[in-house]
């Protein structure tokens, strides 16, 4: 159990087979909550959103279409952002107070201190100048969403940035091309904003009803590495809703998100096809969250509606720990397990598995052993092998990556928040002596704490 109550994502370092299954969310370990490929819950009355993977324009209109043995293109493009989680997420019109992501929204850079960050990283000035620098995807929510704080990670560098919204309001947000530069974040329109740092957390409205400064800003970090002598922590204090004090914090799904999952199910795909989302907004109405409490109140119909939408502590070990050693021939390699937390996800929603499977136990023999193939000899000694012989027969995989020149990173971020790691992909980014390289992809893993534990 973590110290700690944490919310992750994931980036493009990740057991992708272990997250693929909790494709909405759910206990990656006890107190350690994963948001899933998008997803938004509350904790302590506090908004948290996320959106997880990398942005790659040849993947972003496919389907969820890998499955475990992932080969060595699958293993990428498992963790790259699709369509339709940024179309869910461009729906919420509720205020969030964090969002997370792995990369950086596109022309964040020009909102802080661009020189400083290049003279840290000086291969960035090709893509800075092309407007290059982030994903389009994540620029296009930022402006969307408007957060009070987005966190970051990926690039391995400590930078700040503030952006200052324009006052239009979600509904008259236009449904443009994500991959064509905002107004409010491209370069041209950054040269009129001030550098200077602005720190404001907490506001109260103005007198006419206007939005103050700080509640039309947007407060973006992204942290470096967690590495000796390096800035990959931060500490954030976030105002929590009055009606939450002296209560003790806890996790909870998000009515809207809920009911916006319910809405759209019927756009996730797991086809290697390209789907188009719909060319306009679906926000959710107040009668459509009304019929999804009702649905929680009807699914769950021994919890109080004080507790509904309470995340269950239903936290389950679906697959042995991985022994120390162990004859990789005897390993069935690759197959989909299933989670019981998304099972019960879905039931209380009455949604189906499409991404994702039913948990079945019948791969598991017992709490000692890993997955096996279906005839394996109990008799036989699958202990005892060399690491040496473990390592090469390892190695002589299609699927495996080899790690020696790897560039992973797991790097701590804000308090109350996360980013995790595991896999890899070819970037343009160049690596510091510090870092290992996955096979060429620069990319990191962001972990902050944020939440409590709930119910049973």
Not at 122 to 145: H, K
Not at 372 to 391: A, F, H, M, P, R
Request: hydrophobic share 35%; proline share 7%.
């Amino acid at each position: 159990k973590v110290p700690i109550p944490t919310v992750f994502i994931g980036g493009n370092h990740e057991a992708s087979g272990y997250l693929q299954e909790l494709f909405y969310g759910g206990w990656a370990a006890p107190g350690m909550y994963y948001l899933g490929s998008a997803g938004v819950i509350t904790f302590g009355g506090v908004r948290i959103g996320g959106l997880s993977g990398i942005y790659k324009d040849y993947n972003h209109e496919l389907g969820h279409y890998e499955v475990p043995p992932y080969d060595r293109s699958s293993l990428r493009s498992v963790y790259h952002v699709r369509n339709v989680e940024a179309y869910r997420l461009a729906q919420i019109v509720e205020p969030l107070d964090i969002v997370l992501s792995h990369d950086w929204p596109r022309g964040i850079e020009q909102h802080g201190d661009t020189e400083r960050l290049l003279r840290k990283k000086t291969f960035f000035r090709q893509e800075v100048m092309d407007n290059n620098l982030g994903s389009p995807v994540n620029e296009f929510l930022l402006n969307v969403l408007k957060p009070k704080f987005w966190f970051s990670a990926h690039l391995h560098v400590k930078f700040e940035a503030h952006v200052r919204h324009a006052g239009s309001t979600k509904e008259s947000e236009p449904t443009s091309d994500i991959n064509e530069p905002s107004d409010e974040t491209s370069p041209a329109a950054s040269t009129s904003l001030p550098t200077t740092k602005f720190v404001g957390i907490e506001s109260e409205s103005c007198v006419d009803g206007t939005k103050s400064l700080t509640e039309q800003m947007t407060s973006f970090l992204a942290l470096d590495k967690c590495l000796p002598r390096r800035q990959y922590l931060q500490i954030f204090k976030v105002p929590r809703p009055t009606s939450e004090a002296g209560k003790k914090p806890k996790f909870q799904f998000d009515l809207e998100w809920l009911t916006i999952l319910r809405k759209t199910a019927d756009l996730t795909n797991n086809k290697r096809v390209k789907t188009s989302m719909p060319n306009t907004a679906m926000p959710v109405s107040h009668e459509e969250k009304s019929e999804t409490f009702q649905l929680l109140r009807r699914s769950l119909c021994d919890i109080s509606d004080e507790n509904l939408l309470d995340i269950p502590d239903n936290f389950a070990i679906t697959m042995p720990p991985f022994p120390i050693k162990i004859d990789p021939g005897t390993m069935k390699r690759g197959c989909m397990v299933g989670n019981p937390q998304t099972d019960a996800f879905l039931l209380m929603l009455g949604l189906h598995h499409t991404v994702t499977v039913p948990y079945n136990t019948s791969n598991v023999k017992d709490s000692n052993e890993i997955l096996l193939e279906d005839d394996y000899d109990d008799t036989k000694d699958n202990v005892g092998l060399s690491d040496q012989k473990i390592s090469s027969r390892l190695a002589a995989g299609d699927n495996e990556i080899s790690l020696d020149s790897d560039e992973s990173v797991v790097s701590p971020e804000h308090p109350v928040i996360a980013e995790n790691a595991g896999a890899a992909e070819p970037t343009t980014y160049a690596s510091d002596k510090d870092e290992i390289d996955l096979e060429s992809d620069d990319g990191d893993s962001s972990v902050s704490g944020v939440a409590k534990k709930p119910r049973v």
